[in-house]
């Protein structure tokens, strides 16, 4: 152990010196920058940050890309999260139900017309209110005639209940023979009063039979840049007029509403836990507990809305959602059902709200820094509005549905605080004297110091509160002061604020000057506390108006050549700070402080 320790001891010691090399390169380059910068640099920080920002909104929006992996990762963690109304249902082809109808010599997937239209007699028999059906049919079945007409019979009895898919290949096929103008196809619906017709023409897949296409509907649907389905688009616009989605259409059936009333688009309020009532297609079919456990309840289905699809593996129709990489792309659209139906679907503000926001609290950080705020104040107050901001964007998808993406405004934001705050760090190190942001104290060339003790007094008539708030202002100004480039080094921190001694010191500020001789040092002195008192009266508050600024000062010459090691200086240093710590004479501090020359200031004052 006495092994370890010296050798850590001296490599402490080497990476420290080293570290000092490095950490000087940089840092008095920045101290003498910020000497001529004073606080000039805020400013160009909200503005690089606020004109970024801007060109962002009318480029990629970074910003959005950032809202859609923090909400893949909120929705997750979210303690709690809605439950499913019930009015919406998942009839699933699933594998038990392909299986089964297998064993019976019936064939496997893709199932006979027929079967289908048995499903879709059963949900009929069952009280549906509305079905969509997630398979399409663009293809007569050359060997099952009669299941055609029957699907054919169902959806012309249905009419409007059974809706069946449909798509739109890419437009490069409009112009082919067999488009269709928009304004006649199927659920098409005019955007604007106005709307020229018959439209465009574009090219469908639509069900075979007539009354099937009548009601049909798209199944496609568009993804987000990363491929995963956060919103699901309701409609594909063409012209003055738009396609619905299966999803849309049935909401509108089920609803009596026309389906230019609903949105654009939707964002789903994914869950995790819970799943929207299913029931496998051959349970339905056969009117028995095939695929589904005897402790299991059956859904009612009587009066719900009904997603009819599949979700057999193998079939590839799974799609990648915040909370499941592999949902089946019958839940995504039943998903879509509930929310609109439900009124579940999660509120976004426009996105331009988070860009504001970010310009915001941008804005008012740097103006904070820019003010000379005390760095603990501003650190504190940064931290509690972040924690206040991220609760209120997880309460609000948790218990109300409202997602309020400040997560990404919060990250650019403290950029821009880690920017301030490390040029702040600059000011500070200057102004308390940190040899890595200032030469190392020469007393061969500068032999004399005068220090200063400042004291705020305020008024005895003020309040306690009121005089807190005039000590908190006083300090901000000589703050300002003091890191706009002063040529005092302030010893800071004799007592904390928050030290157990602070009442006892209040207020206490030790500044030190250099000089060449006594004079020297008195005069830099002078004009340092003159252009203070300037700057702590310069604004309608002042300072001078409820209270008062008192000064006392000791100066002595710490290098007299006498020898050439520093126990001398050090002595005499430590005697000079201890004579202002406990000089009894003050002086007011005032636009001309004649008091500090080398005969006033040991005079007092009267």
Same mark, same amino acid.
Request: net charge negative.
């Given at each position: 152990?006495?092994?370890?320790?010296?050798?850590?001891?001296?490599?402490?010691?080497?990476?420290?010196?080293?570290?000092?090399?490095?950490?000087?390169?940089?840092?008095?380059?920045?101290?003498?920058?910020?000497?001529?910068?004073?606080?000039?640099?805020?400013?160009?920080?909200?503005?690089?940050?606020?004109?970024?920002?801007?060109?962002?909104?009318?480029?990629?929006?970074?910003?959005?890309?950032?809202?859609?992996?923090?909400?893949?990762?909120?929705?997750?963690?979210?303690?709690?999260?809605?439950?499913?109304?019930?009015?919406?249902?998942?009839?699933?082809?699933?594998?038990?139900?392909?299986?089964?109808?297998?064993?019976?010599?019936?064939?496997?997937?893709?199932?006979?017309?027929?079967?289908?239209?048995?499903?879709?007699?059963?949900?009929?028999?069952?009280?549906?209110?509305?079905?969509?059906?997630?398979?399409?049919? &663009?293809?007569?079945?050359?060997?099952?005639?009669?299941?055609?007409?029957?699907?054919?019979?169902?959806?012309?009895?249905?009419?409007?209940?059974?809706?069946?898919?449909?798509?739109?290949?890419?437009?490069?096929?409009?112009?082919?023979?067999?488009?269709?103008?928009?304004?006649?196809?199927?659920?098409?619906?005019?955007?604007?009063?106005?709307?020229?017709?018959?439209?465009?023409?574009?090219?469908?897949?639509?069900?075979?039979?007539?009354?099937?296409?009548?009601?049909?509907?798209?199944?496609?649907?568009?993804?987000?840049?990363?491929?995963?389905?956060?919103?699901?688009?309701?409609?594909?616009?063409?012209?003055?007029?738009?396609?619905?989605?299966?999803?849309?259409?049935?909401?509108?059936?089920?609803?009596?509403?026309?389906?230019?009333?609903?949105?654009?688009?939707?964002?789903?309020?994914?869950?995790?836990?819970?799943?929207?009532?299913?029931?496998?297609?051959?349970?339905?079919?056969?009117?028995?507990?095939?695929?589904?456990?005897?402790?299991?309840?059956?859904?009612?289905?009587?009066?719900? &809305?009904?997603?009819?699809?599949?979700?057999?593996?193998?079939?590839?129709?799974?799609?990648?959602?915040?909370?499941?990489?592999?949902?089946?792309?019958?839940?995504?659209?039943?998903?879509? &059902?509930?929310?609109?139906?439900?009124?579940?679907?999660?509120?976004?503000?426009?996105?331009?709200?988070?860009?504001?926001?970010?310009?915001?609290?941008?804005?008012?950080?740097?103006?904070?820094?820019?003010?000379?705020?005390?760095?603990?104040? &501003?650190?504190?107050?940064?931290?509690?509005?972040?924690?206040?901001?991220?609760?209120?964007?997880?309460?609000?998808?948790?218990?109300?549905?409202?997602?309020?993406?400040?997560?990404?405004?919060?990250?650019?934001?403290?950029?821009?605080?880690?920017?301030?705050?490390?040029?702040?760090?600059?000011?500070?190190?200057?102004?308390?004297?940190?040899?890595?942001?200032?030469?190392?104290?020469?007393?061969?060339?500068?032999?004399?110091?005068?220090?200063?003790?400042?004291?705020?007094?305020?008024?005895?008539?003020?309040?306690?509160?009121?005089?807190?708030?005039?000590?908190?202002?006083?300090?901000?100004?000589?703050?300002?002061?003091?890191?706009?480039?002063?040529?005092?080094?302030?010893?800071?921190?004799?007592?904390?604020?928050?030290?157990?001694?602070?009442?006892?010191?209040?207020? +206490?500020?030790?500044?030190?000057?250099?000089?060449?001789?006594?004079?020297?040092?008195?005069?830099?002195?002078?004009?340092?506390?003159? +252009?203070?008192?300037?700057?702590?009266?310069?604004?309608?508050?002042?300072?001078?108006?409820?209270?008062?600024?008192?000064?006392?000062?000791?100066?002595?010459?710490?290098?007299?050549?006498?020898?050439?090691?520093?126990?001398?200086?050090?002595?005499?240093?430590?005697?000079?700070?201890?004579?202002?710590?406990?000089?009894?004479?003050?002086?007011?501090?005032?636009?001309?402080?004649?008091?500090?020359?080398?005969?006033?200031?040991?005079?007092?004052?009267?």
């Amino acid at each position: 152990m006495t092994w370890i320790e010296a050798v850590m001891s001296t490599l402490a010691v080497v990476f420290m010196d080293a570290w000092t090399v490095v950490e000087r390169a940089y840092r008095r380059p920045l101290s003498h920058l910020m000497v001529r910068a004073k606080f000039l640099v805020y400013p160009l920080i909200a503005i690089a940050a606020v004109g970024w920002l801007a060109w962002d909104w009318t480029h990629d929006r970074s910003l959005n890309a950032a809202e859609d992996a923090i909400f893949d990762t909120v929705i997750q963690w979210r303690p709690v999260e809605p439950k499913p109304s019930g009015r919406t249902a998942v009839v699933e082809i699933d594998d038990c139900s392909i299986e089964y109808y297998r064993r019976r010599g019936e064939g496997g997937w893709p199932w006979s017309r027929q079967r289908h239209a048995d499903l879709l007699e059963a949900l009929d028999i069952a009280g549906a209110r509305a079905v969509g059906y997630d398979v399409l049919f &663009v293809d007569e079945a050359q060997k099952d005639p009669d299941g055609d007409a029957a699907l054919e019979a169902m959806a012309d009895a249905g009419n409007g209940r059974f809706l069946f898919g449909a798509s739109r290949p890419h437009s490069d096929f409009d112009d082919q023979e067999g488009a269709t103008a928009v304004a006649n196809a199927p659920g098409a619906f005019a955007l604007m009063p106005d709307a020229a017709r018959p439209g465009p023409p574009i090219a469908l897949l639509l069900p075979t039979g007539a009354a099937m296409a009548r009601h049909s509907a798209l199944l496609d649907v568009d993804r987000s840049a990363d491929g995963v389905f956060r919103d699901i688009h309701l409609r594909k616009t063409i012209g003055d007029w738009a396609l619905p989605s299966l999803s849309l259409r049935v909401a509108a059936v089920a609803s009596g509403k026309p389906a230019s009333s609903f949105p654009q688009s939707v964002r789903v309020n994914w869950r995790t836990k819970t799943r929207l009532p299913g029931v496998s297609a051959a349970d339905l079919i056969e009117g028995k507990r095939i695929c589904r456990d005897a402790a299991d309840p059956m859904p009612d289905l009587k009066d719900a &809305v009904v997603l009819v699809g599949y979700n057999a593996a193998g079939l590839n129709d799974a799609k990648p959602t915040p909370v499941d990489p592999m949902m089946p792309g019958v839940e995504v659209h039943a998903e879509a &059902v509930e929310a609109l139906l439900n009124s579940s679907a999660i509120w976004m503000p426009p996105p331009s709200v988070k860009y504001l926001l970010a310009a915001f609290m941008v804005l008012l950080t740097t103006f904070a820094f820019w003010r000379g705020e005390p760095h603990e104040d &501003v650190d504190g107050v940064f931290v509690a509005v972040n924690v206040v901001l991220l609760l209120a964007a997880v309460i609000g998808l948790t218990f109300f549905g409202a997602f309020v993406d400040i997560f990404a405004s919060v990250g650019f934001i403290s950029l821009c605080f880690g920017l301030c705050r490390m040029y702040a760090a600059v000011q500070r190190g200057r102004a308390i004297g940190n040899n890595d942001y200032r030469d190392e104290y020469d007393a061969g060339r500068f032999p004399w110091l005068l220090m200063a003790r400042l004291r705020y007094v305020p008024d005895p008539s003020l309040s306690g509160h009121a005089a807190t708030k005039r000590k908190r202002e006083y300090r901000r100004r000589l703050r300002r002061f003091l890191y706009s480039g002063s040529d005092a080094v302030m010893i800071e921190g004799i007592v904390e604020r928050k030290s157990w001694l602070h009442e006892i010191l209040d207020d +206490l500020m030790m500044l030190v000057w250099t000089g060449t001789d006594e004079a020297d040092a008195y005069a830099n002195a002078k004009r340092e506390l003159d +252009l203070l008192y300037q700057r702590l009266n310069e604004h309608t508050l002042r300072i001078d108006d409820q209270g008062m600024v008192r000064v006392a000062t000791a100066a002595a010459m710490i290098d007299d050549n006498i020898d050439d090691d520093n126990r001398g200086e050090r002595m005499r240093l430590r005697e000079l700070l201890g004579e202002d710590l406990n000089a009894n004479v003050e002086w007011p501090l005032s636009a001309s402080n004649t008091y500090l020359t080398p005969k006033l200031s040991q005079q007092v004052e009267t």
